[in-house]
């Protein structure tokens, strides 16, 4: 299995610019996490999709940030307009769900820079 | 609020000794932990978990302690080897609740030393 893949791996954009983050969650799971990375912060979960339906994006910092999952096998992260304090390394995770344990498989993330 | 909290960054072990990672936790409504390993430009991978039901659970040289009186756990990696290297991230979730939603705490870098 090739595993949670996310592209691109890098992305340097310029402050007012729209940033697309992609991923592709492992075949055959059902549930898709996007987390960011900071320094101060650590890893935070930003939005939580179940069967392709958003179920829990309270940990999405505000409205310029949106996320998508239109088919099992694909989400996006969008940021519009992009401003340096997104400056962070952005994981996409994926898991079949289970009665209790919740094993996320993370992808190689993201590593974004606002300029 | 910090909810779950890793107080150490750093740890520097010598090969072949025990390295040894905290984790403290503040909800008490946290029934499920999991240990998270991160080596540099890879995303964290899965390395050992245990439910609040027990007090221990080992997996090779891997084994987790978890004290709910001090709402404590704790990584034992024994011995501890150069490929150990990596930051070490503590997450917690409440199975009753929204079982999906992992807390995670900052991590610790552990460096082990030929």
């Known amino acids: 299995d090739a595993g949670v893949i996310q592209s691109p791996r890098h992305e340097v954009t310029e402050m007012g610019q729209e940033v697309t983050l992609r991923c592709k969650p492992i075949s055959g799971h059902n549930s898709l996490f996007w987390y960011r990375q900071t320094m101060m912060r650590g890893l935070e979960l930003l939005i939580y999709?179940?069967?392709?339906?958003?179920?829990?994006d309270s940990g999405m910092p505000e409205d310029r940030f949106s996320a998508k999952m239109p088919n099992a096998s694909f989400s996006t992260l969008k940021i519009q307009p992009s401003e340096p304090r997104d400056s962070a390394v952005y994981f996409c995770?994926?898991?079949?769900?289970?009665?209790?344990?919740?094993?996320?498989?993370f992808g190689p993330g993201t590593r974004l820079l606002v300029l | 609020d910090q909810q779950v909290k890793q107080n150490s960054p750093s740890l520097s072990v010598q090969e072949g000794r025990i390295s040894i990672l905290n984790c403290d936790y503040t909800n008490s409504m946290f029934d499920y932990f999991l240990w998270y390993k991160k080596y540099p430009a890879e995303g964290p991978t899965f390395l050992i978990s245990i439910s609040s039901i027990k007090d221990k659970n080992e997996d090779g040289r891997f084994t987790v302690f978890l004290n709910k009186s001090a709402k404590h756990l704790s990584l034992h990696i024994v011995p501890s080897q150069p490929g150990d290297s990596a930051v070490y991230f503590c997450?917690?979730?409440?199975?009753?609740?929204?079982?999906?939603?992992?807390?995670f705490g900052k991590g610790t870098l552990l460096t082990v030393n030929p």
């Open positions: 995770a994926s898991s079949l769900r289970t009665a209790l344990k919740e094993t996320q498989y």
């Open positions: 999709f179940n069967n392709n339906v958003p179920i829990d």
């Open positions: 997450a917690a979730s409440n199975s009753g609740g929204s079982n999906y939603k992992l807390t």
